[in-house]
């Protein structure tokens, strides 16, 4: 039943001629850079490659997502989605029923959406993620369940691990489940934080590895990007695991995207990994690991041609010198770091790196000052990184005012440390991650001998009550 409804969603997709006319004379690769362009224009976060718009050419896609919507209508000014070759939302959703309650804006439509599945798990009214993952659940079932060589994994967000006969080899539709969840794992985490995401997101992983071990790929281009996509996924999964304090966890999962990478010969994965260990080291208190870690990841990075990833791997190798005290190892790494980030964006830059821009260089910039125990210094990066930060992106706007709150209490400003601290309060409703939960408790930790402020005391006492 499964492969005759996969038959029938491929032979219903038709190609998008007027997205197609829409690109003109432009490649794949030069379209999504401007889709790229237009996105930061207005604030928007969108990663966009060149597999992507042939997908939209193909009638893969029958409707964008929201942040991509909202992308498209600014590139074409007077335009609605059916001018762009789209069809409304509410066609291609009409289908699906029993979800509790509607998702959340920027969920939709990551795959053809136009298959009706219901889920054996119901949604929670409590979680803010079960909409979210329910969509994570359709894409993964759709390509896992539907193709599967020998005894692979059909794994989605929020469902059970289960296995399938071996049917036809992996191809594109099973590739772009692993890509697609690698995607929405870093929105979902973008929106909520990790700590309600980790045991979810563990599943899509293991039936990634699993389709990579079955080893029934139909070309090498099919396998190089199943390579890929498992390995971002090990270490979109290892993020949760770091962010929510499972460090243990979060190491196999880096090393494990690192053998990939290896394995694959893939710099820009093997890049991304030592990047992530480099930070995972720096939160672990492994300082020189640190240091060796992103100087690993700059030496793999250098012939992939995209400035802001040395930006980051240089800012990851300030932390680690900062966590040794090395002030003038930290300063290097800094300046070095801003010489590349003032390059600016390129078509080279990984997907992943849509989240750095000047909100978390500053924020990177506050934690190596944070450090050296330069309070102040810290706290005015910490304060413009919180200035910037995209609204809609709440887990790294409650982290950073997290980090502003910690800077400003050590620096001698209670007052301000409180206020700080009642807006990352303000936030934690819809964030779970136990790294800022921790932030803002040393935070109170340090604030506790001021408590006879007003502003500190009602802090002070909102956090035990949240804590409670």
Same mark, same amino acid.
């Not at 980051?312 to 070095?336: F, H, I, N, Q, T």
């Not at 919180?386 to 992106?393: E, I, T, V």
């Given at each position: 039943m499964a492969s005759s409804s996969s038959s029938s969603q491929a032979a219903r997709a038709v190609p998008n001629l007027a997205f197609r006319r829409l690109r003109g004379q432009r490649s794949p690769g030069e379209f999504a850079a401007a889709v790229r362009k237009a996105a930061r224009q207005i604030g928007e976060q969108v990663s966009c490659d060149a597999r992507y718009i042939g997908r939209v050419e193909a009638g893969e896609i029958r409707c964008p997502n929201y942040a991509y919507e909202r992308v498209f209508l600014h590139m074409f000014p007077g335009l609605a989605l059916a001018d762009l070759g789209f069809t409304a939302r509410e066609q291609v959703r009409g289908g699906r029923g029993g979800r509790g309650r509607p998702p959340e804006p920027d969920s939709a439509c990551l795959r053809p959406c136009d298959s009706p599945t219901s889920s054996s798990s119901p949604a929670s009214p409590n979680s803010p993620f079960d909409s979210n993952i329910d969509e994570v659940s359709d894409v993964l079932r759709r390509a896992f369940m539907t193709s599967g060589p020998a005894t692979v994994a059909a794994a989605s967000l929020g469902l059970g691990l289960g296995l399938v006969p071996a049917q036809r080899r992996v191809g594109d539709a099973e590739v772009n489940a692993v890509e697609e969840a690698v995607r929405r794992i870093r929105l979902l985490d973008d929106r909520h934080g990790a700590d309600g995401l980790y045991q979810r997101a563990a599943q899509p992983l293991r039936a990634a590895y699993a389709l990579l071990d079955a080893g029934l790929t139909a070309r090498r281009s099919t396998a190089d990007r199943l390579h890929a996509g498992a390995g971002e996924l090990a270490i979109s999964v290892g993020w949760l695991a770091h962010d929510s304090g499972r460090f243990d966890d979060a190491r196999s999962h880096y090393a494990e995207a690192l053998a990939t990478a290896r394995v694959a010969g893939d710099e820009a994965l093997e890049a991304h990994a030592f990047c992530n260990t480099s930070f995972l080291a720096r939160d672990a208190g492994r300082h020189r690991e640190a240091v060796r870690s992103a100087q690993a990841g700059q030496q793999a990075a250098r012939r992939l041609?995209?400035?802001?990833?040395?930006?980051?791997?240089?800012? =990851?190798? /300030?932390?680690?010198? +900062?966590? %040794?005290? *090395? !002030?003038?190892?930290?300063?290097?790494?800094?300046?070095?770091?801003?010489?590349?980030?003032?390059?600016?964006?390129?078509?080279?830059?990984?997907e992943w790196m849509s989240f750095f821009g000047e909100p978390e260089l500053e924020a990177l910039q506050a934690q190596c000052w944070a450090a050296l125990g330069e309070w102040p210094r810290a706290a =005015?990066? /910490?304060?413009?990184? +919180?200035? %910037?930060? *995209? !609204?809609?992106?709440?887990r790294n706007l409650a982290l950073y005012r997290a980090e502003l709150a910690a800077d400003l209490a050590r620096g001698g400003f209670p007052d301000e440390a409180a206020e700080a601290g009642h807006q990352v309060l303000d936030l934690l409703d819809g964030v779970q991650s136990s790294r800022i939960q921790s932030m803002l408790s040393d935070t109170a930790s340090v604030l506790a001998p001021e408590r006879g402020r007003g502003e500190v005391g009602s802090f002070l006492d909102r956090h035990a009550e949240a804590v409670r």
């Open positions: 041609a995209s400035p802001r990833l040395l930006s980051l791997l240089s800012l =990851r190798e /300030a932390g680690g010198w +900062a966590g %040794l005290g *090395d !002030r003038s190892g930290c300063e290097k790494s800094l300046a070095r770091a801003h010489a590349y980030f003032d390059r600016g964006a390129a078509e080279a830059d990984p =005015r990066h /910490a304060r413009r990184a +919180a200035a %910037l930060q *995209d !609204r809609r992106f709440t």
